[in-house]
């Protein structure tokens, strides 16, 4: 698993969708890809496009404003790459091409309207981006359009675009459940067959919202959206009760913002529709979407080809630590080790956590000591970091705690008590004890590391040192450090 390094560059994605305007400054360090910089506006671009076919008047204002201010920023910043994408409100309406020729006239900035089937397209490519592994459907709502499209078998296909954004499904005649519930399903009717799946991958803000009213009612003890997952039945449980709310009740619900409240019933319902006319079974929200899309797509082929976990892991523990060399060196000598250890999440995917968990190894070096191990668990818990579900966050933290000496109590056991099962902490525990043998009996250096062995035979755990360097490197610390790797892996210690 080599990960490409690339000097890190600077990028930038305006979205200027039917209801929000938002501007993305992005970090990229070959794979890995960094928020750094993230502002909109809720502009309403697309309010009166169904009754009137124009750009909200009010919303073109707004959002000219806002493009004034993103330029200013742009200017300040100049990134590498610079991507300024306008979906269904500017495509649709008679009077887009004259918006885009008033952003350019006051912004400079030249706007790329994207068709329905690219938005599909560049949603895809960003879910992906966040979770190489997803399959199934994904879905894309904005302010004014559904966009659907299937994923999987390394391959995206064609997708669609559909009238169901809350300003399309919004009438005179005002929110009825009954009626709109209807008017969703004839809608999702003629693509209920060709996008019928298993797995949805649920994109954009309203959506977005369901999952954090979910993970409030169900008190969910780890507040990211990046791939939670829900099944069916609570998705459609959950959007149901916001169907029913009335807009007072909608604005006290927890996790829910007052801007959502208007478009969340619309979402509810739309994500209902899905789940009964595609047979869906499983509910995964994606934070990466379009915009995204948009600058995976820029990256190097073998940039876009690495893991992101991988990736994401390796420039977090670089910047961090202090030999670049150590991760890879570590990985190497505990190869034993890891086939030893009790299954988690299948072969594979254990032999990607044990490479990201190397490449963490050094990421407390620069914590203050008396704070280190809180400090580090909570930094892998929550990091920003895409391509890992919720129950490998945990793992991941749970390594970093046995790392830095943490019992098997880490600092936060109601996550993961919740999220991760017992032979999956045995693994976290003992792959952490392992790294921390490594580190201190080598003092971080690749090359003394390379005069010890670990391996694991039978139900013996055996440290051995190169001829001459036994002194140096099986000291009384190495010795402590090692009976606490065998016992945790109820082993027999021989040195």
Same mark, same amino acid.
């Given at each position: 698993? !080599?990960?490409?390094?690339?000097?890190?560059?600077?990028?930038?994605?305006?979205?200027?969708?039917?209801?929000?305007?938002?501007?993305?400054?992005?970090?990229?360090?070959?794979?890995?890809?960094?928020?750094?910089?993230?502002?909109?506006?809720?502009?309403?671009?697309?309010?009166?496009?169904?009754?009137?076919?124009?750009?909200?008047?009010?919303?073109?204002?707004?959002?000219?404003?806002?493009?004034?201010?993103?330029?200013?920023?742009?200017?300040?910043?100049?990134?590498?790459?610079?991507?300024?994408?306008?979906?269904?409100?500017?495509?649709?309406?008679?009077?887009?091409? #004259?918006?885009?020729?008033?952003?350019?006239?006051?912004?400079?900035?030249?706007?790329?309207?994207?068709?329905?089937?690219?938005?599909?397209?560049?949603?895809?490519?960003?879910?992906?981006?966040?979770?190489?592994?997803?399959?199934?459907?994904?879905?894309?709502?904005?302010?004014?359009?559904?966009?659907?499209?299937?994923?999987?078998?390394?391959?995206?296909?064609?997708?669609?675009? +559909?009238?169901?954004?809350?300003?399309?499904?919004?009438?005179?005649?005002?929110?009825?459940?009954?009626?709109?519930?209807?008017?969703?399903?004839?809608?999702?009717?003629?693509?209920?067959?060709?996008?019928?799946?298993?797995?949805?991958?649920?994109?954009?803000?309203?959506?977005?919202?369901?999952?954090?009213?979910?993970?409030?009612?169900?008190?969910?003890?780890?507040?990211?959206?990046?791939?939670?997952?829900?099944?069916?039945?609570?998705?459609?449980?959950?959007?149901?009760?916001?169907?029913?709310?009335?807009?007072?009740?909608? #604005?006290?619900?927890?996790?829910?913002?007052?801007?959502?409240?208007?478009?969340?019933?619309?979402?509810?319902?739309?994500?209902?529709?899905?789940?009964?006319?595609?047979?869906?079974?499983?509910?995964?929200?994606?934070?990466?979407?379009?915009?995204?899309?948009?600058?995976?797509?820029?990256?190097?082929?073998?940039?876009?080809?690495?893991?992101?976990?991988?990736?994401?892991?390796?420039?977090?523990?670089?910047?961090?630590?202090?030999?670049?060399?150590?991760?890879?060196? +570590?990985?190497?000598?505990?190869?034993?080790?890891?086939?030893?250890?009790?299954?988690?999440?299948?072969?594979?995917?254990?032999?990607?956590?044990?490479?990201?968990?190397?490449?963490?190894?050094?990421?407390?070096?620069?914590?203050?000591?008396?704070?280190?191990?809180?400090?580090?668990?909570?930094?892998?818990?929550?990091?920003?970091?895409?391509?890992?579900?919720?129950?490998?966050?945990?793992?991941?933290?749970?390594?970093?705690?046995?790392?830095?000496?943490?019992?098997?109590?880490?600092?936060?056991?109601?996550?993961?008590?919740?999220?991760?099962?017992?032979?999956?902490?045995?693994?976290?525990?003992?792959?952490?004890?392992?790294?921390?043998?490594?580190?201190?009996?080598?003092?971080?250096?690749?090359?003394?590391?390379? !005069?010890?062995?670990?391996?694991?035979?039978?139900?013996?755990?055996?440290?051995?040192?190169?001829?001459?360097?036994?002194?140096?490197?099986?000291?009384?610390?190495?010795?402590?450090?090692?009976?606490?790797?065998?016992?945790?892996?109820?082993?027999?210690?021989?040195?």
């Amino acid at each position: 698993m !080599n990960v490409i390094y690339a000097p890190p560059r600077e990028a930038a994605v305006i979205d200027i969708g039917s209801n929000s305007v938002r501007m993305v400054l992005y970090r990229l360090e070959g794979r890995a890809i960094w928020t750094v910089f993230n502002e909109k506006v809720l502009a309403g671009l697309g309010r009166d496009l169904p009754a009137k076919g124009r750009l909200s008047p009010a919303g073109v204002a707004m959002a000219l404003t806002t493009l004034r201010r993103f330029a200013a920023v742009l200017e300040g910043v100049k990134p590498a790459y610079t991507f300024v994408a306008a979906t269904a409100a500017v495509r649709e309406a008679i009077d887009g091409p #004259d918006f885009c020729g008033q952003v350019a006239a006051q912004t400079g900035l030249q706007v790329r309207v994207l068709s329905g089937e690219e938005e599909a397209h560049y949603s895809a490519l960003g879910v992906i981006a966040g979770d190489p592994s997803a399959a199934g459907v994904v879905a894309d709502m904005g302010g004014s359009s559904l966009e659907l499209i299937r994923i999987g078998e390394g391959a995206l296909k064609a997708g669609v675009t +559909l009238p169901l954004g809350p300003f399309s499904l919004a009438d005179a005649e005002g929110f009825d459940v009954d009626r709109l519930r209807t008017r969703v399903g004839l809608i999702l009717k003629p693509v209920a067959k060709p996008f019928a799946a298993d797995h949805l991958h649920a994109v954009g803000g309203g959506w977005r919202s369901l999952a954090q009213l979910h993970m409030a009612i169900s008190d969910y003890p780890l507040k990211i959206v990046h791939q939670y997952a829900m099944t069916a039945d609570d998705a459609r449980d959950v959007a149901r009760l916001v169907a029913q709310q009335s807009r007072a009740s909608l #604005d006290r619900l927890p996790g829910v913002s007052r801007k959502r409240a208007e478009t969340l019933p619309y979402a509810a319902l739309v994500l209902e529709g899905l789940i009964d006319r595609l047979g869906l079974k499983t509910i995964h929200f994606s934070a990466w979407g379009l915009r995204e899309g948009l600058l995976f797509e820029a990256l190097d082929r073998d940039e876009a080809a690495e893991d992101p976990l991988i990736a994401g892991c390796e420039a977090l523990g670089a910047r961090q630590g202090i030999s670049p060399h150590l991760p890879a060196a +570590l990985n190497g000598w505990l190869t034993n080790l890891i086939a030893a250890l009790p299954p988690a999440f299948g072969a594979q995917r254990d032999g990607v956590l044990a490479a990201a968990a190397c490449r963490l190894a050094d990421l407390g070096a620069r914590l203050h000591p008396d704070h280190r191990l809180e400090l580090a668990f909570d930094q892998l818990l929550r990091a920003p970091i895409p391509g890992q579900t919720h129950a490998e966050r945990v793992f991941l933290a749970c390594v970093l705690n046995a790392r830095y000496g943490g019992g098997a109590a880490t600092p936060s056991p109601a996550v993961t008590d919740r999220l991760l099962g017992e032979d999956a902490r045995l693994r976290a525990r003992a792959l952490g004890l392992a790294i921390r043998l490594g580190c201190d009996l080598s003092g971080r250096s690749p090359q003394l590391l390379a !005069n010890a062995a670990l391996t694991v035979s039978g139900s013996t755990l055996k440290l051995t040192a190169s001829d001459g360097y036994a002194a140096v490197l099986l000291g009384e610390q190495t010795r402590r450090r090692a009976k606490a790797l065998a016992e945790a892996m109820k082993l027999k210690l021989e040195i």
